[in-house]
């Protein structure tokens, strides 16, 4: 009997350890997803972010190892990254979005915008916003976006031959202008108070990305918190004024913008006021780099600007403007934003979470964990884009998508009826400033630059991009 007991107390220690030993990860993670140790409690992978340069290049490496779905650790949060149509499918339907990884942006946009609102006053914010984004609505836009792509093209056209036009500022004077008239209703008076603006908002948001790699919170009376501090409030109050504009003078006509459809919705201004900054953040850094990226590969791919140049003048003439009726008959346009989509990967990624334990691949993951969506890596993924890095819009055809699934080509998000609410207006207006800008000019690159690009929440180039531009015959 005691022979027995001692058996079998021995291979109950030797199951509990072959247990332990086997699913140390499993057990520590409370998941059987595959992924990185922490290499310390308190950081978890963070050093492993900072070493792959940003968190997309960090996910490239961690789906390359470990595969679609993968785990890693921000800190003490564990944190599973999805990487496949599949996979996205079976997260299709949710909603909520993990504010954790989006705190570093709060100082900027608030605490109480859209970006953290989950649930049901999530759902009713889209819903009561979303109007402004309907096919109906966006027919009112296009007279204010030609407004500002005519401005463009006179800017252009006093440009003496060979000068060299640093490209990502007049886009984001562009996108900026684009946004505030069309969503806002006003516009800065002059452009010396865009460039201020652009130069402080650049400040803001490179020290927000820079944060996103090194958590690590700079003293209060240290300049870099200081120059943070200030340039963020001359950001906050210039977008204010608008506001303030819009609420003291109201709409000159019968149209409902969707300033009026936030204001309408909230009691409280302060959630207003953040609202409203954080569709104008969404609507021109976004589209200013959309514009900027694909300037560029045109740039550096004649062969694909004769083409779209060939188009536009197909379906427009010399004289046609780009409307609601003809926009989508710009077919080889639409693929080359497609493809400068996919090729800069113009928003890496985007992330939910449930307050329920939930299944995913197979794999348990455990309530609130964030699960991030590597839309990047996706757009990257060889097996799906052959030569990803290649530019080739022809990818994109209706006979070459055909058998690709669609959520492979998830650039502005794909879940929860919470994709980019913007992604009709970001078409329409990269649409016209490309199609009257290519009709009209021939844009060449200026030699000698070496073209980087730096992945934070959304892709720009390391540094300016300098283009020429010669008017067409
Ligand atoms: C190149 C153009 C754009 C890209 C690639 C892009 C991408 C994205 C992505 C990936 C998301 C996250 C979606 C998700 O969580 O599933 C998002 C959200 C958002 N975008 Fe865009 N976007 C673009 C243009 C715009 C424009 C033009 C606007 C405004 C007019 C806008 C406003 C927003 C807002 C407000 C959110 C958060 C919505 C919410 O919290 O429900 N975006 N965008």
Redesign the pocket.
Known sequence: MLAFLIFAATFVVVLIIAVIYIYPKSSAKGTTVPGLSPTTTEDGNLADIRRAGSLHEFLMDLHQQFGPIASFWMGPQLVVSIASAELFKQHQNVFD?PPELFRLFEPLIGAK?????NGGD?RA??TA?DK??SHEELKMYYPNLQKVTDGLVNKWSSMVKEEHIPLGQYMFAF?IKA?LI??LGDCFENDKEILSFKTHYDLVWSEMEHRLADPTIPDDDSPRAKTFSESRKKVIDSVMKSVEHRKKHGSKSEEHL?IDRILDHHTDIDVGHS?CL??????????G??LTWAFYFLATHQDIQEKVFKEVIKVLGQDDTVEHHNLNDLKYLRQVIDET?RCAV??P????FQDFDSELGGHKIPKNTPVI?A?GVMLQDETVWPLPNKFDPDRLSTEQSKGRPSLAF???????K??????R??YV??TMCLATLIRKFKVNLVEGQVVKPEFGL?THPVDEIWITVSKRK
Not at 113 to 117: L, T
Not at 278 to 287: D, I, R
Not at 418 to 423: E, K, L, N, Q
């Open positions: 979005r915008c859209i970006q953290y609102a999530g914010r889209r916003y402004s984004f996108s946004a069309t969503l969707l609202d954080t569709y104008l953040v969404g609507g021109f850094h976004t589209t780099n959309l989509l113009v928003a990624w985007a992330a939910r969506h839309l998830s650039p502005f998000g794909f879940a929860g919470r994709i980019c609410p913007g992604y207006f970001a207006e990269t959304v």
